[in-house]
């Protein structure tokens, strides 16, 4: 287990040493691993940093008012909306790695935009330690891995918490005093919500997914599950109201870990599972299905894609 | 303070056997599988998972190192066919919880675990026949071999992943195999 206070100053002292005078730029998610990172970058660099939140269209209902409120207190605070740009070059695609790989090459762009214009030399991401080793492994590529250009046009890339693990990080999180909506908050992955709509990424189907996990993170609060969240998989048959609907399937899956390395399926009830049903069939009139993913990782994943 | 070094064979799960050393209180470090046999100074190894038999580097060279060898996954698989076992795909893979019978109550490795034990796995091929001097010290239902032994030589393989969070019990295995470390002279 990390030695949180050392770390804290030794990663501060770190990420000085590293940009030095410069100015640098980071990557804020609204997710636990780059509230840390800029939280720890802050501390060693104030207002050389800037902090810049994308809004790719794909985050989910919610976040980006949440961050800019939590990070409000960052002068430099931007927020970018570059959601017509993200769906504009993920249209049509609607292979896995390569969706990551458009999602790790856009943030880029945006970034050393950003970054031109604040002049700043350094780059400071979040990526934890399974983000490499997925990576590393073929497994999935990340998109603050995987998904990097060959180019990039910074002296450097800082990633305070690469050798942390998810809970390591929280207990930083803590530590920092981060807002306990961050620190507690429910990992989402880099490439947002383009990986929980299986094939092509449409306004239609993020829509789904986004209410859709909405929902299933609200109801399954008293479970308090490590991850959960609901996919869009597919297409299928239903009927409503009389009416024949060939209407999207969500893919509800709510698991328990430590670190991500493994994970759980958790066991709910069937009041719950049918209540999460009705919920996401009755406010959503395009769904005609939700299942339950009941498997384990292994062999899943804990994501779709 | 006890050293065990961990070899890496590309697993997934490679990194969480240092930490899991590390959470116990033992000195360890994460070496590659191409790393010469001499150039490792330890009072125990650990020949992690891994994708491919065929990528194990010069893992049968640290076998001879005459200090306890712990084989996790392919790792065990490794010993199994450096000694003359035979490896194979199983009738089925075992993928997460499994429940592992413990043969052998009085085994230093997994000994303390009996009866049975709720593990974590993650395997398509698994060791279908032992390897001579070797006993069998845990099975389960898909898996014949889950575990086994050679005190003499100080070997010791598991086909399930110690490291991981949700194998109950993984810290103790561990801790046993420091135990066995420990004792060896």
């Not at chain 1, 780059?123 to 990340?142: A, C, F, M, N």
């Not at chain 1, 942390?164 to 930083?172: F, G, I």
């Not at chain 2, 889950?146 to 019990?169: F, I, K, N």
Request: aromatic share 6%; charged share 30%.
């Amino acid at each position: 287990m990390v030695e949180v206070e050392q770390f804290i100053d030794e990663a501060i002292a770190e990420i000085d040493e590293q940009v030095g005078d410069a100015d640098a730029i980071i990557a804020l998610s609204g997710g636990v691993d780059s509230s840390v990172a800029a939280a720890l970058a802050y501390e060693a660099l104030g207002d050389q940093l800037t902090p810049v939140y994308v809004d790719t269209g794909l985050m989910r209902k919610g976040e980006t008012e949440q961050v800019e409120e939590t990070f409000s207190y960052m002068e430099g605070l931007r927020i970018v909306d570059a959601h017509e740009r993200f769906l504009d070059e993920l249209s049509g695609v609607t292979d896995p790695e390569e969706k990551r790989a458009i999602v790790g090459e856009r943030f880029i762009r945006e970034f050393e935009r950003e970054a031109r214009e604040a002049d700043a030399e350094y780059l400071v991401q979040g990526t934890i330690y399974p983000d490499r080793i997925e990576s590393e492994g073929g497994i999935k590529s990340h998109h603050n891995v995987g998904g990097l250009p060959e180019v990039v046009d910074f002296s450097g890339i800082v990633e305070p918490v690469r050798e942390l693990y998810k809970d390591e990080v929280r207990e930083v999180a803590r530590a920092l005093d981060l807002d306990a909506l961050v620190a507690e908050r429910m990992p989402f992955p880099g490439p947002g919500l383009a990986v929980r709509v299986l094939g092509e990424v449409t306004e239609e189907k993020l829509q789904v997914a986004r209410e859709a996990t909405h929902i299933v993170e609200e109801e399954l609060e008293e479970y308090d599950p490590w991850q959960a969240l609901a996919a869009v998989i597919g297409k299928a048959t239903g009927v409503k109201g009389d009416n024949r609907v060939h209407g999207w399937v969500v893919s509800v899956r709510a698991v328990e870990s430590r670190d991500g390395m493994t994970a759980r399926a958790q066991e709910l009830d069937w009041a719950t599972l049918q209540r999460l049903q009705s919920r996401i069939t009755g406010s959503l009139e395009n769904v005609s299905r939700v299942v339950y993913d009941v498997t384990h990782k292994p062999p899943a994943t804990i994501e779709y894609e | 303070m006890t050293t065990i070094v961990v070899v890496d064979n590309g697993g997934q799960f490679t990194h969480l056997e240092g930490r899991a050393l590390d959470d116990i209180g033992v000195e360890t470090g994460i070496v590659e599988n191409a790393t010469p046999p001499d150039g490792i100074d330890a009072d125990g190894i650990v020949l992690s998972g891994g994708p491919d038999i065929d990528e194990r580097g010069r893992s049968g060279e640290y076998l001879d190192a005459d200090v306890p060898v712990l084989g996790i996954c392919l790792g065990m698989q490794i010993i199994a066919d450096e000694y003359g076992g035979a490896v194979g795909a199983g009738e089925y893979g075992g993928y997460a919880d499994v429940t592992v019978d413990i043969d052998d109550e009085t085994d230093p490795l997994v000994g303390s675990l009996a009866p049975e034990t709720r593990v974590w796995a993650s395997h398509a091929d698994q060791v279908t026949a032992l390897p001579d001097g070797f006993d069998r010290t845990a099975t389960s239902d898909v898996c014949g071999i889950e575990a086994m032994s050679d005190t003499e030589r100080g070997l010791y393989g598991v086909q399930w992943h110690p490291e991981v969070a949700h194998t109950e019990r993984g810290e103790e295995l561990f801790a046993n195999f420091r135990a066995i470390c420990e004792s060896d002279d």
